[in-house]
Each structure stands twice: as C-alpha cells, then as structure tokens.
C-alpha cells in the first residue's frame, strides 16, 4: 500500500467461496492510507467464513463513516467469488466495476460519493450478480478517473478505459495490466489502482489440489516467458514439487512456447496458448494447446546430430530434443483446429 | 529474469565474463550483442563463469556454442566453469559436459588460465 492509501485483500470463506476487497483513499495524507488500512481491519477479526459482501460493507461503514473526517473520502469494493464461479459483487462509495468475458466488458452502475461528505451508514449497495466463465477476467478498478487523470483529459474516462480493455481478447490478469499501460501513461496521471482476476476452473474430474489449468496469451511477445517461468514456479514450489523437476519442468515449457511463438503464430493470429497441469505419484502431466498452425513435432522435426562441429551447434535446434530427453512420454494431436501436445515427466520417488 | 554479466579482466587479453540469472530465449539474444562487442582483436581467452546462472534453455546453449565457434576461428579459447546443476544437466543432455570446466578455487582457476595463456601466446 503507497502513500496514497491503496489496497487490495482477499479472505476466503466457506464452501470454497472467496471475499476480495479494494480499496482506496482520495487523499494524499496519511489519514486517508490509514483508513483504508482500518476498512480491511475491521472486516478480517470482525466477519466469519459465512458472511455475505453486503453485510461486510456494512461493518465497513458502520466502523469508519461515523469517525471519519468530512474532507476524507475512501472507496471500496467487496466482491464474493463462490465455487459456483457465481461472482456478487457490492458496491460501496464509488467504485466501478468492469467485467470482460470474449472481448465484451460491462460496466456496473455506481453510486458516487461527494468529495466532502462521509458516506452514510445506511448507504445501500447495488448487487452485482453473474456467472463466470473459464478465462473471464474482471477489473476493478476504484479510483476517480477523472481526478486521476487530471486537467484536460478525457471527459470520458470511462470510455477510454473500456476500449482499450476491449482493443484485445481477453486472456490473462498480466495482459490485462499490459494493455491498460497507455492509460496510465496520459500526461498528469495520478498513481490509478486496479485489483485483475481471472476466473481459471479446475478441471472437474480431477482432484482440485493436483490439478490446474492455465491460459497463456503471448502472442509474439518471447520476454513473456520468464513471466510464465516464475508464475510456474511458484505455483509447483507450493505443491511440493521437487527443485529439480522444477526446472525440468521449465525448461520444457520455455521450449515448447518458444517454438510456438516463432514458428507456430502469425502477426495477424497471435499465439493463444491452454496450459493443462497435473501432479499424480509418479508423474507432472503437462498439456499444451495452441492455435497456431497445424504441426507435430514428433514427425516434423529431426533430432540434432549431437556429435556435430560448433559450425552446427551454433546453430541451435536442441530444444525439442531437450524436451524429449526430459520427458518420460509425448503425444500430440491435431483436435478441434488446435495442436495438442501432452508431455509427462516421471517424478522423483517420494516427491 | 534478466541476466546480468560482471567483467573483468583478471590477465592480459583475457576476459572472465561471470553470469548471473537466466540464459533463455530473451537474454540469449541479449548475451550475444553483449559478447559481440567484448571480442577484439587482441582478445585470446574468454571465461564465462556460470555457477549464477539458475537456469538455460536450448537459444542459451546455442549462444554459447556461437561464441565457442567465434573464438575457436580466431585461434582464441573459451571456458564454461563451474556450472549450475540445471545448466550441467543441460549440456550433459546435449552430450557436450567435456566443454564444461570445475575448478575447487580460485587460485586452480588462475594456474588453468596460465596455462592457457602460455598456450595461445605459443601458437
């Protein structure tokens, strides 16, 4: 959290749903961060696993309206995520909601705060109910836009930001960061704030806690892939993944992307790239699909002669073969216009 | 991660590059420009200390065998030393770990380049 008083939380509930927050304070002062500090505060001892949004934004403004200062005015957000993928999301003083779902976005009506008058306990929230789908990402997004912006910008910020998060399909919280850059780039910005989820259901028929999936959108952009690399990382370190089939696991993500990339995609198709995981006793099942053009790497290309001069070596092509000396199976596929390659990597006993 | 390249000169025309960080798809490209301009003419040995670099990938590998054949053309040598275990695996993989060079220390290191050193200056 800066100076400014921004802030984001997430608190899971019962039955796999999930409470997140956003926050954010108009004031430069430190009041105005404490504050918004004190509306997460109140919500994290205070509020049991059971608790709807409406009645958290009301312990909200019942602790904070009544003390705070009428030159003060903060913002926030509690949404509710439920297992269903069902999202209900409440408005407290003057946030905006934007949902993007197959380059649609839809912007939610919210009440507005004047700039000197605390919010009202009784402030009634406008309910934000609907139903993800897999992929769909949602941008919050708390800050006056307009203020942000600063003289002479846009009279409608809001269109501005629409259209820029509908100028490219919607594929990734990171991209979706990505694209709102020149946003943030218009001379006299203030810092804005915005908290991105992405919707990404495990696959039903498998356990939740060794299975994940994972949409990947690069298009010709390799300096991507380290953002994969660590993304992927973390998310095997927690499931008690092995360092070394870590970077095993790594590298034959690096490689098959890259490839991918270079030679699968075209700059009128960017790469859109469904990553499938699967931790079982002996194996990290690993699935990759793309919609790039159509090819099978086990039949197209031919392992490097490893006993070659550095003339060849300098050429390159190891990297299919990296991934097959590294993996214990590999299959492709040509399915529904996609190319899928499932590869399996044997796990360590006692991994 | 980016990669990131300490230099320095420890003898005459020699250059000890250490690594530090990923040698991928990206920074491969960036270790070539940054290699292209290190290599003048009056160099004769360069190092590349790689027990920093946490990971490499098939366009790392190859940005080390190019630099390799460069080296090689002009009567020069190249050492890997000291891999990482990933990067180890990697050439291993590749059949190429007799291009990889272990040194216990410092002071191996030193009689390695000497020796080195009195080689080339005799071609």
Redesign the interface.
Known sequence: MNSNGELHDFLPLDGGRLLFGIAESDSAEAPGAVLVARSFAVVRPGIGPTCSPDEVLEAVCRDLCPSQPNHLCITVFYGGLGADARMQGYNGMGHRLRRRNTGHVARCPSTHCAANVPAAPELSPLPVDFKLQPGDVVVLNVDDLVRSLGAGADESPDAHLISLLQARPPVSPEQAIQDLHPFLREPGTDDLTFLVIQHQPVHPLLPEETAWQWRVAIGSDLSRLSHVRQRLTKILEKKGVGMETIQDTQLIVEELLANTIRYGCTAASPCRIDMHFRVTPDHLEMCFEDNGLPFNPLAEIAPPDLDADDESRAMGGFGFFLVCELAERIDYVHRDGKNVLTVALALPPNT | ??LKIQNDSPRPHTVRLTLQG?L???SALDLDEYLDQQISPDLLILTLDLSKVG?I???G??SL??I??IM?ARNGKVCFVNPS??VA??FE????QNLLSVFQDEKEFDAYLAYLQKQVVTK
Not at chain 2, 93 to 96: A, I, L, N, Q
């Open positions: 991660m980016p990923h991928d798809t990206q990971f990938s098939s366009m590998l190859r065998f190019r390799r054949k090689t275990p990933q695996k990697v993989t590749v059949k190429s």
